[in-house]
């Protein structure tokens, strides 16, 4: 089976299943496991999982920007609260997935970089961020470029583009000034020094 870079898989299970098509996923840490929805349809056999709200399954309940492990995992699954929504509106949505405050999309973003460093300084080989370019306030928000150019000492060697449904911008009649439907995407690392 060809793993495509670019589908419109049902969920992010689908997704990590072929990713895991292609490379391997030994000791595993899911830094921000929430509900385990990647791992719906493929798990590691060895997976540890963490997530800061003490509500979910996870086994570890730390805050991702401050890990208390050393270089200890093969693997290393990032998929923070990357939507730039600045004031909630999606009700139990944004619950699910750590949004629900009112943000600043800086404040955001600041999160996401700083969890990209942690989790990248916990592993060992392979490292899987889940990010979203998003247009905010008339602007492109590059999460994708702002999460490579933080990463010293990895290469990015593949990225995965989940294709699925977003609301149409702007919403109060402006003139639209940039492409509308902007995929996750799921980096794929691997440390270079």
Request: hydrophobic share 35%; net charge neutral; glycine share 8%.
């Amino acid at each position: 089976m060809t793993v495509p870079a670019v589908h419109a898989w049902p969920t992010n299970g689908h997704l990590i299943e072929d990713v895991s098509r292609i490379y391997d996923f030994n000791s595993t840490l899911d830094a921000t496991y929430g509900r385990g929805r990647f791992w719906t349809r493929y798990r590691p056999a060895q997976l540890v999982t963490n997530d800061l709200n003490p509500d979910t399954d996870a086994e570890f309940h730390y805050d991702f920007r401050d890990l208390p492990w050393g270089r200890d995992f093969d693997t290393v699954v990032f998929d923070p609260p990357y939507k730039l929504n600045g004031t909630p509106s999606l009700g139990d949505f944004d619950s699910r997935y750590g949004i629900s405050a009112p943000t600043r999309w800086q404040d955001r973003m600041s999160l996401i970089l700083e969890g990209v460093v942690e989790c990248g300084r916990v592993c060992r080989n392979l490292l899987l961020v889940k990010v979203q370019d998003q247009v905010v306030s008339g602007r492109v928000v590059w999460q994708t470029l702002e999460v490579v150019d933080r990463l010293d000492g990895w290469r990015l060697v593949d990225r995965f583009d989940l294709l699925g449904g977003s609301r149409p911008q702007p919403m109060d009649g402006r003139r639209q000034r940039h492409g509308h439907g902007r995929p996750s995407s799921l980096l794929v690392f691997e440390r270079s020094r």
